[in-house]
């Protein structure tokens, strides 16, 4: 540690930014159906692989529809930019199917270019990255530009992002690790794998789908301006 330094990740302005909101309807609509225009949306982007807990998020996602109050009505949508038949993950068409999610889970699997994954992030509610090992978490980074609460374990890069580090406030939900297991192989000899609590995880969810619109984009306002401050 006393010979090493750390340089960030960092983003360009105009790459990843917020957009107007009379735009993010228009684009919600455009991108989701007009049937979806109102939806609480949750954002994630990663591989279809096991360290990134795609299939646990849709099992999570699934306790967190049927945990709502019956009288609420409003829709929700889980957007996963990811390839749902990787041969590294498991099928998630099929977990979606099998959790009877299907209809609230939509997979963007495509190579996009920068502008349009800045319009999934900006017509998001949050983004959310349960991984149990990550070196750092761009896709968190990118949301938090764009004016984003995140949700996040508090493993790796992620941490730094999730929690500021000059006060210990959160840019969003902070999720506490609550099993490490110390795995390896012959070429990485070990290294940790944090889990998190589904108990934790659905008071998260919970947690940004009950603020209001306004306390949403007070918090991403704080994250974005933790992101100009350390990662510019």
Known sequence: PDRTNFIPPALPNDVFYPISEKEKKELKVRTLGPDKADDFVLFWV??????????????SWKNFLDRRSPDDKRGATLIMHTDPYDQEGP??????RQQGVLGTVKFSS??????????LHNISD????????????????????CGKPIIATKTGGLTRQVVDHRDGSENGVALDVTLKTMVGSQSVPYIYEDRISKEDFKAALHKIYNMTPDERQELGKKGRNHVMKNYS
């Open 126 to 145: 949050a983004c959310i990255n349960i991984a149990f090992a990550e070196g750092f978490g761009l896709a968190t980074l990118e949301a938090m530009q």
């Open 91 to 96: 099928n998630l068409m099929e977990v979606a």
């Open 46 to 59: 990663n591989r279809n692989a096991k360290r990134k807990r795609p299939a646990d998020l849709i099992c």
């Open 110 to 119: 495509e190579r996009i270019e920068f502008e349009q994954m800045n319009v």
